[in-house]
């Protein structure tokens, strides 16, 4: 009786938890509201004083230094690598680096004590390309990445980032290739695309969020244990394999606060030949909601991996999706048909603490 009671306990309090999020921080339900809520809910720095944390107001508010990188020599550097070099380790203020139009074939790393940096393409119409070719069989799987960001507070906007090395037979070792890692803590990508096929995006560590993005690949293309909110994303399964994974999530018990919301996302794909996401750990945890699903997801959903111990585990939820790949009738049964309640955590900007440092694509 006693467990009972402690169970009943719990379910109410996760119950009224949900129904304390603020109002205003919740994604709308229709798709064309979503941009006028978000420029009404994320500020600039002169109007979010008030909620932000010291440390990112100090940073953001009054001179902020930029860095020019131009392929043709008009800027104060040719390349990405040098301008990341420039920022000294322990910076606290705000560091642009503008990045011109072109393909920059180097492979960068922000090391942990460089904060505050943002890339930012100049022309959103004619995104810079950063490139690289590294393999998990050259470097490790998570060091593969062509852009590895362990710092925090890392911001890009109107950037490319693709790992450039061919396609995984699924015979050779160590031929998965990311584009990028992300390790640091509250970081935002705007505007951004990721190319590449296994392990496209290593979304590994701390809270972040995806605006107006597009991510593709073949094999557990977003992997990693990161607390992360995707936003009118569109997420593009390429043809071509026998079988393929979205999100191969790396939550490992259930009290861990990592996990994967993707809302007004669009899965793209054809072929039916793939799964949105798998349990890579035994607590895995996606949510799919106000999301389009293409005829790319087989009727089931999900995969437990060939683990069926993890079906107790992992969280795997949909709500409010449409797309002839969102039917729910035939998923499979260890996933979540979530109620309104139980889906309001995941299509919240408090998801992710936003208020405390998030701020609207930068201004240059």
Request: hydrophobic share 40%; proline share 4%; glycine share 8%.
């Amino acid at each position: 009786m006693a467990m009972k009671l402690n169970i009943a306990l719990a379910c109410f309090l996760i119950v009224n938890i949900a129904f304390t999020i603020n109002a205003q921080t919740v994604i709308p339900a229709n798709a064309a509201e979503v941009e006028r809520w978000f420029q009404s809910v994320v500020k600039p720095i002169s109007a979010a004083k008030g909620t932000l944390e010291p440390s990112v107001i100090a940073a953001e508010d009054g001179g902020v230094e930029t860095l020019d990188v131009r392929q043709d020599g008009k800027g104060k550097f040719k390349t990405i690598s040098d301008a990341v070099k420039h920022v000294k380790v322990g910076n606290k203020k705000r560091v642009i680096i503008k990045i011109g139009p072109g393909e920059y074939r180097e492979k960068i790393k922000i090391e942990r004590f460089q904060s505050y940096i943002t890339f930012y393409g100049t022309d959103p119409k004619n995104r810079p390309t950063i490139t690289f070719a590294g393999t998990a069989a050259q470097y490790g799987t998570v060091d593969s990445a062509t852009l590895i960001v362990e710092s925090d507070y890392f911001v890009a906007a109107n950037i490319i980032i693709s790992n450039s090395a061919p396609r995984p037979d699924g015979k050779k070792k160590g031929a998965q290739a990311a584009a990028i890692r992300i390790s640091g803590d509250r970081s935002a990508f705007y505007n951004c695309k990721f190319v590449g096929f296994q392990d496209t995006v290593c979304d590994d560590k701390g809270k972040h969020f995806f605006k107006d993005c597009y991510i593709e690949g073949t094999v557990d293309f977003i992997f990693g244990e990161a607390r992360s909110l995707y936003l009118n994303t569109e997420l593009h399964v390429i043809p071509g394999d026998r079988e393929a994974m979205i999100v191969a999530h790396a939550r490992k018990n259930q009290d861990g606060e990592g996990g994967y919301s993707f809302v007004h996302c669009k899965v793209t794909g054809t072929g039916g030949h793939a799964v949105l996401g798998r349990a890579w750990f035994d607590a895995a945890r996606s949510v799919f909601a106000y999301s389009t699903i293409s005829d790319v997801i087989k009727p089931e959903g999900w995969s437990d991996n060939r683990n069926q111990k993890c079906q107790k585990t992992v969280f795997f939820g949909e709500y409010a999706n449409t797309g002839p790949g969102a039917d729910l009738k035939r998923r499979v049964p260890y996933s979540k048909k979530l109620t309104a309640a139980e889906a309001k955590q995941f299509i919240s900007l408090e998801y992710i603490d936003a208020a405390k440092w998030l701020l609207p694509p930068p201004r240059v």
